[in-house]
T-cell receptor, first 115, second 112 residues
């Protein structure tokens, strides 16, 4: 069965500091992994994805994520946080080997960047 | 640059009423999805479609129905609304390789 865990409901970081939002996953095969961001009263916006290739993936707004197969993790990172990064972040996984049509989402992590 | 468009944005329903949430996409995507988002629960798949005329149940289909008569449109029908259906609903679509799912802006539904 596919699943995603985001162990932190809330992450607070000072503006200018590096940020990390954690995600671990469970799939039977090689995963497709995604990060989405949701601003208040808005839909989910795609940030980045890992399908294959380089384990370090760069995405929108200066975010990046590192795929770690041995730790089954896909943590989202940014070197220097901005107040405008404050939002709800979702990690998602799909197992293409199962032919699943669905993305399985974590419960979300609310990031607050403190000025 | 429309992408995925959902209507209405907000709606209040009384218990037992019915309504349809509209969703249309202009990216010629085969795959379309309806999710609901409850606080602290992430997104749960209600129904999905792999192409016109083909739909299937997701994780939480009870109380909902869908149809897919065209590639562009994927309406979600709520029959006999219940308070448990108070949620935020997102329509989404993706192309042939299903690598990236694009979401609509959401529909906030309250059943009272």
């Amino acid at each position: 069965a596919q699943s995603v865990a985001q162990p932190e409901d809330q992450v607070n970081v000072a503006e200018g500091n590096p940020l990390t939002v954690k995600c671990t996953y469970s799939v039977s095969g090689n995963p497709y992994l995604f990060w989405y961001v949701q601003y208040p009263n808005r839909g989910l916006q795609f940030l980045l994805k890992y399908i294959t290739g380089d384990n370090l993936v760069k995405g929108s707004y200066g975010f990046e994520a590192e795929f770690n197969k041995s730790q089954t993790s896909f943590h989202l990172k940014k070197p220097s946080a901005l107040v405008s990064d404050s939002a709800l972040y979702f990690c998602a996984v799909r197992d293409p080997q199962t032919g699943a049509n669905n993305l399985f989402f974590g419960t979300g992590t609310r990031l607050t960047v403190i000025p | 640059n429309a992408g995925v468009t959902q209507t209405p944005k907000f709606r209040i329903l009384k218990i037992g009423q019915s309504m349809t949430l509209q969703c249309t996409q202009d990216m010629n995507h085969n795959y379309m999805y309806w999710y609901r988002q409850d606080p602290g629960m992430g997104l749960k798949l209600i129904y999905y479609s792999v192409g016109a005329g083909i739909t299937d149940k997701g994780e939480v289909p009870n109380g909902y129905n869908v149809s897919r008569s065209t590639t562009e449109d994927f309406p979600l029908r709520l029959e006999l609304a219940a308070p448990s259906q108070t949620s935020v609903y997102f329509c989404a679509s993706t192309g042939q390789f299903r690598n990236t799912i694009y979401f609509g802006e959401g529909s906030w539904l309250t059943v009272v």
